[in-house]
T-cell receptor, first 113, second 110 residues
Framework: EAQVTQNPRYLITVTGKKLTVTCSQN?????MSWYRQDPGLGLRQIYY???????DKGDVPEGYKVSRKEKRNFPLILESPSPNQTSLYFC????????????FGQGTRLTVV | GNSVTQMEGPVTLSEEAFLTINCTYT??????LFWYVQYPGEGLQLLLK???ADDKGSNKGFEATYRKETTSFHLEKGSVQVSDSAVYFC?????????WGAGTKLIIKP
């Protein structure tokens, strides 16, 4: 079954404690991206990757890091989480540019206290 | 720059009512337009799409027509059901620039 898998689904952590949210896709997609979803703001892109070892900043990259060492995985790293990073996070992948459907993970609800 | 504007929610309707959720955009070039739906507690799923002017996307009774002259991609359904309650996102794809609307929460009452 084609899918994008995120882990964990829920996470409560404390300010400053490094964390990683994993994302994996089994569709051999080139393009992967991370979004955060906040009330009234819709989805905002954090980082995206057009292929292995190619990553670029989205609209709200501050406080986040990503890596793309292999095609299927695109982890999101928060080196020093802060309360304003409390949000719902989605990973997405798609084959390439334009005209193509994006597949989304189930989401990770992160709370930073 | 590119942008997407969706009507604010929540939109509350009775079952079998007619639905319209407005979406307008600004874009350079010829973007593709999508509607995604997010059911409670789930990720986003593609609902329908249109890749060029005058295309009509349709799925599950929902329709949207890509109108270049009015830069719109309004989502419509003739008779909504309680199971349509969800958040709907309009989405623009112009090469690698991806722009999301803020989302419209739809509540359908029996």
């Amino acid at each position: 079954e084609a899918q994008v898998t995120q882990n964990p689904r829920y996470l409560i952590t404390v300010t400053g404690k490094k964390l990683t949210v994993t994302c994996s896709q089994n569709m051999n997609h080139e393009y992967m991206s991370w979004y955060r979803q906040d009330p009234g703001l819709g989805l905002r892109q954090i980082y995206y990757s057009m292929n292995v070892e190619v990553t670029d900043k989205g609209d709200v990259p501050e406080g986040y890091k990503v890596s793309r060492k292999e095609k299927r995985n695109f982890p999101l790293i928060l080196e020093s989480p802060s309360p304003n990073q409390t949000s719902l996070y989605f990973c997405a992948s798609r084959p390439g540019q334009g005209n193509t459907e994006a597949f989304f993970g189930q989401g990770t609800r992160l709370t930073v206290v | 720059g590119n942008s997407v504007t969706q009507m604010e929610g929540p939109v509350t309707l009775s079952e079998e009512a007619f639905l319209t959720i407005n979406c307008t955009y600004t874009a350079t070039g010829y973007p593709s337009l999508f509607w995604y739906v997010q059911y409670p507690g789930e990720g986003l799923q593609l609902l329908l799409k249109a890749t060029k002017a005058d295309d009509k996307g349709s799925n599950k009774g929902f329709e949207a027509t890509y109108r270049k002259e009015t830069t719109s991609f309004h989502l419509e359904k003739g008779s909504v059901q309680v199971s349509d309650s969800a958040v709907y996102f309009c989405f623009l794809d112009s090469n690698y620039q991806l722009i999301w609307g803020a989302g419209t929460k739809l509540i359908i009452k029996p």
